[in-house]
Each structure stands twice: as C-alpha cells, then as structure tokens.
C-alpha cells in the first residue's frame, strides 16, 4: 500500500511562486511513476504534469510549460511540483497521484493513476 501526501500550497499573487510537495510512504514509491492533477471548482480534474519512476522523463500540459518543473527525490520519496509565475487561472485543488508504471512521456499523461493524495490547495490573485 502507497500513501501520498501533498503539502505546500497557498495564497499567493500572481506572478509569485510555490513549491508543492508529495511525500510518498510504502517501499514501492520508488517505482511508481507521480503525476500531478489540479481541480478548479466547477471543472473538470486535468492533467499538469508528471515524471517518471526514475525521474528522468518529465512531460507537462501545454498549459504549464515553461512555468511549471517537477523533480524528484528518491531518498527522500519526495516528488515537488514547482510552480512559477503564477496566475490566476492556476487556482485549483493539486493532487499527486501514483502508479507503478515504467512508461515515459506523454503516456504519462493518460495513464489511470492507481494511488491518490488528497489535495493541497492554490490560490492565486491578480
């Protein structure tokens, strides 16, 4: 069994910047490639981005790149979501979401997520 858990959200202005985190519990969170999800109320949970089990292969929306990095840290099972240049239509609930998976790239973004964290959230003003 995997537990997420994600921690670093906020209010911030847009333009400002933020680090979410998931931390991942369980012996198989090393092999478990993490997705990050977001919600805005009245809208549909879409994909932000995600990285592989081994970290090297990262894919993102078209609607994050160039803002948004994700990296993670396998001693530590952490995966982080850094976020910058924020605006106002990044507001949402973000979630981390794994599975054990050795795909890479863009089917990342497709794949069915078999564990979930349970949200962290982002508030950006203009």
């Known amino acids: 069994q995997v537990h997420l858990v994600e921690s670093g959200g906020g209010q911030v202005q847009s333009g400002a910047s933020l680090r979410l985190s998931c931390v991942g519990s369980?012996?198989?969170?090393?092999?478990?490639?993490i997705g990050w999800f977001r919600q805005a109320p009245g809208k549909a949970r879409e994909f932000v981005g995600a990285v592989s089990w081994g970290g090297a292969f990262k894919h993102y929306a078209d609607s994050v790149r160039g803002r948004f990095t994700i990296f993670r840290d396998k001693a530590k099972n952490m995966v982080y979501l850094q976020a910058d240049n924020l605006k106002p239509e990044d507001t949402a609930d973000y979630y981390c979401a794994g599975e054990e998976t050795r795909l890479t790239g863009v089917r990342l973004s497709t794949l069915t997520y078999t564990y979930w964290g349970q949200g962290t959230q982002v508030s950006v003003s203009s």
């Open positions: 369980g012996d198989t969170f090393t092999k478990l490639a």
